[in-house]
């Protein structure tokens, strides 16, 4: 079976730092993305793992085990704009099915 | 450049009803994938279609179909409409099916089965 696992809420101060971890499950992996949604609106591309390691954009980083099945996204210098939904999500070996988590909705507090 | 566009925004139907939705990608893009997202959930995959072919599909009833047309645009097809089809149907477009740039995902079409 395929299970992508989340938290299902976070709380954080603006100007600190949160750590989104995700496992997952999957019978393939070609791909690991992160994606934010804020609240009516749609999903948009934040990262993409492959291989093991850190990816780093900006304030936001994505961490992969691919042995572990397990992936953080990091992001630092926290704006209260940063308050959404963050969408982990894994894509099988042909590349053609790509499965989300549930995702965590992050609230950031003054 | 215009991202992807979908229609209807908003749409209501009665049970029973068929409804059809409507997706253009941005334009090169080649691949289309459809997904269901019910409040406070994830996007579920429904269908990927690349180059005008059906390429995954995801665990929907045979009441769902979708095509890929020439020009890439792509239509989801709802048969015989539940209560439990409310929801906001999402499409995603991408160059091609192994990219690293991710989705990028038009506004919706938000379904309300009554």
């Known amino acids: 079976g395929q299970n992508i696992d989340q938290p299902t809420e976070m709380t954080a101060t603006e100007g600190a730092i949160v750590q989104i971890n995700c496992t997952y499950q999957?019978?393939?992996?070609?791909?690991l993305f992160w994606y934010q949604q804020h609240a009516g609106e749609a999903p948009t591309f934040l990262s993409y793992n492959v291989l093991d390691g850190l990816e780093e954009k900006g304030r936001f980083s994505s961490f992969l085990s691919r042995s572990k099945g397990y992936s953080y996204l990091l992001l630092k210098e926290l704006q209260m704009k940063d308050s959404a939904s963050y969408l982990c999500a894994v894509r099988d070996t042909g590349g053609f099915k790509t499965i989300f988590g549930a995702g965590t909705r992050l609230f950031v507090k003054a | 450049d215009a991202g992807v566009t979908q229609s209807p925004t908003h749409l209501i139907k009665t049970r029973g009803q068929h409804v059809t939705l409507r997706c253009s990608p941005i334009?090169?893009?080649?691949?289309v994938s459809w997904y269901q997202q019910v409040l406070g959930q994830g996007p579920q995959f429904i269908f990927q279609y690349y180059e005008k072919e059906e390429r995954g599909r995801g665990n929907f009833p045979d009441r769902f179909s979708a095509r890929q047309f020439p020009n890439y645009s792509s239509e989801l097809n709802v048969n015989a409409l539940l209560l439990g089809d409310s929801a906001l149907y999402l499409c995603?477009?991408?160059?091609?099916?192994?990219?690293?740039?991710?989705?990028?995902f038009g506004s919706g079409t938000r379904l309300t089965v009554v």
């Open positions: 334009s090169g893009h080649k691949s």
């Open positions: 995603a477009s991408s160059l091609e099916t192994g990219t690293s740039r991710g989705y990028t």
């Open positions: 999957t019978s393939g992996f070609n791909g």
